[in-house]
């Protein structure tokens, strides 16, 4: 703990001194990371590119730093990028976080990245077994990736992790008469 106050201490000198890109390799070897201090030194970061690297390698070891990485690609406009780095976040941080999880799938759905937001939706099941919601965003997403069959089996978990729920049991009907299963409809 003394170590990383020493650096945090040298990384704000350095700051200071306008040497932010050795300020960002400082402050990447503390535990854990400061997020909000690294992000602002980013931003007067002289080599962006460098940085960013060192980011991304950084972040394989830690991916707490993910989301960090997936908020500055975005500002540099890297939407692409970003939404891949923040489903990696989700999948390996944050899979519990529900409105994160659905705001990055409906990214990656926008970016056409059906497969990685139907991983971010495995995630989150695994996390949140008893939310029945992560199966009824899953299954729109088999249906966009055009299997039915999936979609189908995705549909019906919701049922499955809460038997006897009426909105559950709405949202089934709702989805099984867009995919034109009528009858199965009406009996849920």
Same mark, same amino acid.
């Given at each position: 703990?003394?170590?990383?106050?020493i650096?945090?201490?040298?990384a704000?000198?350095?700051?200071?001194l306008?040497?932010?890109?050795?300020?960002?390799?400082?402050?990447?070897?503390?535990?854990?990371?400061?997020?909000?201090?690294?992000?602002?030194?980013?931003?007067? &970061? /002289?080599?962006?590119? %460098?940085?960013?690297?060192?980011? #991304?390698?950084? $972040?394989? +070891?830690? *991916?707490?730093?993910? @989301?960090?990485?997936?908020?500055?690609?975005?500002?540099?406009g890297?939407?692409?990028?970003?939404?891949?780095?923040?489903?990696?976040?989700?999948?390996?941080?944050?899979?519990?976080?529900?409105?994160?999880?659905?705001?990055?799938?409906?990214?990656?759905?926008? &970016? /056409?990245?059906?497969? %990685?937001?139907?991983?971010?939706? #495995?995630?989150? $099941?695994k +996390?949140? *077994?008893?939310?029945? @919601?992560?199966?009824?965003?899953?299954?729109?997403?088999?249906?966009?990736?055009?299997d039915?069959k999936?979609?189908?089996?995705?549909?019906?978990?919701?049922?499955?992790v809460r038997?006897?729920?009426?909105?559950?049991?709405?949202?089934?009907?709702?989805?099984?008469? /867009?995919?034109?299963?009528?009858?199965?409809?009406?009996?849920?």
């Open positions: 703990a003394m170590r990383d106050g650096r945090l201490k040298r704000l000198a350095l700051e200071r306008g040497r932010s890109d050795e300020a960002i390799v400082l402050l990447l070897e503390i535990q854990p990371p400061p997020l909000e201090r690294l992000h602002a030194s980013y931003g007067q &970061a /002289g080599n962006k590119k %460098e940085m960013m690297r060192l980011l #991304r390698r950084r $972040a394989e +070891a830690d *991916p707490r730093l993910l @989301s960090l990485v997936g908020v500055l690609l975005a500002a540099e890297a939407t692409r990028d970003a939404s891949l780095a923040m489903a990696k976040y989700v999948r390996l941080v944050e899979p519990w976080n529900v409105r994160l999880a659905r705001q990055v799938v409906e990214e990656l759905r926008a &970016a /056409g990245l059906i497969a %990685e937001a139907i991983e971010v939706c #495995r995630a989150w $099941a +996390a949140l *077994p008893q939310d029945w @919601s992560v199966y009824e965003t899953m299954g729109g997403l088999w249906l966009a990736a055009g039915q999936k979609a189908y089996l995705a549909y019906t978990s919701m049922v499955d038997t006897g729920d009426a909105d559950a049991c709405r949202a089934l009907g709702r989805a099984l008469r /867009g995919m034109g299963r009528i009858d199965e409809a009406l009996r849920a």
